[in-house]
């Protein structure tokens, strides 16, 4: 069956440091991987795309790897901040349209001074 | 800054009853979904349309939930009867359902099914 998984326990790290979150898939063919942003109380707010002939994408002091044959993306925020605290969700989407998107639990990132 | 909003965002009802919750899309988006989210199972993706047309309801059951859109600026899910299971954060989000696109969230309602 389908599965997305990413780690369900929270990461805890300190400011300034890089902060990873994996997001792992089996039985999926994505098209495009998305990487959303959800703060408590609110909707998943997206952050990036990534499609798969793409190997990394960057945007400011975030950056997203996609391995299509480890079936896995990694999502870095460099130089974490408190303010970067939040659930992050990672999204397959098979179809490249946004039309179906299946989203992963959600890993918690906490950032302590 | 176009968003999209849902009302109620907080809604607290008894079992049995029914739950209407609302959505209004970015002007100009055709692709509006339903999402359920819990602590357990994540985001769901309950229904979704294009053009006000529904797409895909394979996500929702069928017996209580119905959804749909009678504009373009609205659309709706219902559940009847509410049971305390249903009790979740239910999220719309529009889109352009175009490749590369992305979903936009509403603030989602909070239910509530005593």
């Known amino acids: 069956s389908q599965k997305i998984e990413q780690n369900s326990e929270a990461l805890n790290i300190q400011e300034g440091k890089t902060a990873t979150l994996t997001c792992n898939y089996t039985?999926?063919?994505?098209?495009?991987l998305q990487w959303y942003r959800q703060d408590p109380g609110r909707g998943p707010v997206f952050l990036l795309l990534?499609?798969?002939?793409?190997k990394e994408k960057r945007k400011e002091r975030l950056k997203v790897t996609f391995d299509t044959t480890l079936k896995q993306s990694l999502f870095h925020i460099t130089a974490s901040q408190p303010a970067d605290s939040a659930t992050y969700l990672c999204?397959?989407?098979?179809?490249?349209?946004?039309?179906?998107?299946?989203f992963g639990t959600g890993t918690r990132l906490q950032v302590t001074l | 800054d176009a968003r999209v909003t849902q009302t109620p965002r907080h809604k607290v009802t008894e079992m049995g009853q029914e739950v209407t919750m609302r959505c209004q899309p970015i002007?100009?988006?055709?692709?509006v979904f339903w999402y359920r989210q819990t602590m357990m199972q994540g985001l769901e993706l309950l229904a979704y349309?294009?053009?006000?047309?529904?797409?895909?309801d394979s996500g929702m059951p069928k017996d209580r939930f119905s959804a749909e859109m009678p504009d373009a600026t609205l659309a709706t899910l219902k559940i009847q009867p509410s049971e305390p299971r249903d009790s979740a954060v239910y999220f719309c989000a529009s889109g352009l359902g175009q490749g590369g696109d992305t979903q936009y969230f509403g603030p989602g309602t909070r239910l509530t099914v005593l």
């Open positions: 999204a397959l989407d098979p179809t490249g349209t946004a039309s179906k998107l299946t």
């Open positions: 990534i499609r798969e002939n793409e």
């Open positions: 349309f294009r053009n006000r047309a529904p797409l895909d």
């Open positions: 002007l100009g988006h055709n692709t």
């Open positions: 039985n999926y063919s994505p098209a495009y």
